[in-house]
């Protein structure tokens, strides 16, 4: 790498991510929240925004989904090179772990747009000689090992993440942590404005919590409770020791355990949620904290097939760094855009064959859903009722595409993956079932593209946001889909897609909520969905999948995301 001097001369926004998916064969990522890290950093590219990303490098991946044949997942290190796409920086910083020097270096990539932005990724590693066996596997497994695993993943990402920056000579004017994996980068920095001073009145006021507070952004992304990390104080002090005094550390990050999430809700001037019912959702988990939400957003370009682009460039010139042209939508001949999705779905259909051997056939209306396999995102809803499904299936055929990754240690969630087999299985010549193994980007680009219908059924108020829907509308695919997260936003029935289930309104869970949802998605399907995908004249279908363009990939783009980010959180 030449010189880092274009990045330095300039104040920066430094986004700190655990998970990054910038493109599929870098695999440093799992699922949305990585995707998303990518699509915002390719949308500061395109934007000229002054902006450096950290993240881990992940040298063993996620994990490689394998199934057997009877459906249950198995696990596989990923192998790739780095040396393949980045290039090392020589400079070293070190963290204390365990009384131990960890010596951390970081790999440069460079996503740049066409036009003419810039910016770089610095993937750290603590694969180097300098250290001891035990730490050099630190930046392997993406979410991978014990409690003690992550809390050093996330003191080289926080606050090794922090050096590195100024290592290499940056002047960082807003540090973004996305989600709490980060939050130790402000221990960090806490450490750099402590006050020389010896108050004689307050041992505390030597931490400069307002200075570090407006350094700050946090955007928060989970809903759920067990989905913030938390670690036992002996555990703390076993990994960083106490590097600030616990029982300031205790004020900030929690009494009984140090909580990531009330670290950085403490010390962040601007706090997010990532969809408006989920800054609410959140905004209730937080009392006294103020929460904002800036609907997430897809990277237009990325998310856009080829075929779709060929009919865009055609009718929509400019649309890829600049999607509110996609307000002109109207303007697409119908029959044009419903051929186009038909190249796209025929080839999602050769993809299948080719990665299951299964056949599937083109004129039948095809669902997709691809999302993490876990309790709260309910995929066997479709199956709730298989007498019914099979009844309605006999008045139109349906075939429908799962993906998705069980967590390695979620044997529930495998569980869920194996059912779908069983599904199969009991549904032959009735609904055409097909699963792809290995999830990730580039099969979710053919999946959303390719299926008529994006099916989604979390339990409410369970997903925060949700993307994979959006990227679906960049394509014409409309959603059906409960409302929760995203969708709400997006959702106008009948014309954007379809709702399953209780209006956005109502606040409880109800305790019969599967079955309402069923009974509510059968019956739209049975009489608005399969009448309208099989009327000859495709216009009518055509027409929504203009409005999902013109309302949905108009709004839920990650430039839009990445302009509010701007004016609400970067600049205050
Ligand atoms: C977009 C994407 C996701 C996130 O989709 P959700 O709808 O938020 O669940 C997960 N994994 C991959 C590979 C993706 O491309």
């Not at 460079?110 to 180097?128: A, F, H, I, R």
């Not at 942590?177 to 402590?194: C, I, P, T, Y």
């Not at 993490?372 to 595409?401: C, N, P, S, W």
Request: hydrophobic share 40%; proline share 4%.
């Amino acid at each position: 790498m030449n010189s880092l001097h274009q990045f330095t001369a300039e104040p920066m926004i430094a986004y700190f991510s655990m998970e990054t998916g910038i493109r599929n064969d870098i695999p440093t990522y799992s699922g949305g929240l990585g995707v998303l890290a990518g699509d915002t950093i390719k949308s500061a590219a395109d934007l000229k925004l002054p902006f450096v990303a950290v993240t881990l490098i992940s040298r063993k991946g996620y994990f490689t989904q394998e199934i057997d044949t009877s459906g249950w997942q198995t696990e596989k290190p990923v192998a790739w090179d780095p040396a393949k796409f980045m290039a090392l920086l020589p400079e070293k910083v070190k963290v204390r772990i365990e009384e131990r020097d960890v010596t951390i270096q970081a790999w440069i990539y460079l996503v740049e747009s066409p036009t003419g932005g810039k910016v770089p990724v610095l993937y750290l590693d603590t694969d180097v000689p300098e250290n001891q066996l035990q730490d050099r596997g630190i930046t392997d497994y993406l979410y991978g090992g014990d409690q003690a695993y992550r809390i050093k993943q996330e003191v080289v990402l926080g606050m090794g993440g922090v050096r590195m920056l100024s290592a290499l000579g940056f002047h960082i004017k807003k540090y973004h942590m996305n989600e709490g994996h980060a939050s130790f980068l402000v221990l960090d920095l806490l450490l750099r404005f402590k006050r020389d001073i010896e108050s004689v009145w307050d041992e505390r006021s030597v931490w400069d919590i307002a200075r570090v507070r407006d350094l700050c952004v946090f955007t928060t992304h989970t809903p759920v409770e067990a989905g913030h990390d938390k670690f036992p104080y002996p555990l703390v002090q076993q990994v960083l020791g106490e590097i600030i005094p616990f029982d300031v550390l205790k004020d900030l990050a929690g009494k009984d355990h140090l909580n990531m999430t009330m670290l950085a809700l403490n010390l962040s001037k601007y706090i997010n949620g990532v969809a408006k019912k989920h800054g609410e959702v959140s905004q209730m988990m937080f009392p006294g904290y103020q929460i904002h939400a800036i609907t997430n957003g897809v990277h237009t370009f990325t998310w856009t097939c080829e075929d779709m682009a060929k009919i865009f460039d055609k009718y929509i010139p400019g649309w890829a760094n600049e999607p509110e042209l996609f307000v002109r939508s109207g303007n697409i001949p119908e029959l044009e855009l419903w051929e186009a999705h038909r190249e796209a779905k025929k080839k999602l259909l050769a993809y299948v064959r080719t990665a299951t051997g299964h056949e599937m056939d083109p004129n039948v209306l095809t669902f997709g859903f691809a999302r993490r396999a876990t309790a709260y995102k309910r995929m066997h809803l479709l199956f709730h009722d298989v007498d019914r499904i099979a009844r309605i299936t006999e008045k139109g055929k349906l075939q429908i595409i799962f993906a998705g990754k069980a967590h390695p240690h979620d044997e529930n969630g495998k569980r869920l993956i194996q059912g779908l087999y069983g599904f199969r299985d009991r549904l032959p010549g009735k609904i055409d079932i097909a699963f792809l193994p290995g999830y990730n980007m580039d099969i979710a680009l053919k999946l959303v593209s390719g299926v008529d219908v994006w099916l989604n059924t979390p339990l409410r108020p369970l997903e925060a946001s949700g993307t994979s829907g959006m990227k679906a509308a960049h394509n014409g695919v409309v959603n059906f889909s409960v409302l929760d997260g995203w969708w709400i936003e997006g959702h106008i029935e009948g014309f954007t897609g379809w709702s399953i289930g209780a209006a956005a309104t109502s606040n409880v869970t109800s305790a019969n909520a599967d079955n309402e949802d069923a009974a509510d998605l059968y019956d739209k399907l049975e009489n608005i969905i399969l009448p309208k995908y099989y009327n000859p004249d495709k216009s009518a279908w055509a027409r929504m999948m203009k409005s999902a363009i013109s309302k949905n990939a108009y709004y839920f783009n990650s430039h839009r995301m990445m302009r509010r980010y701007v004016t609400e959180a970067y600049i205050r």
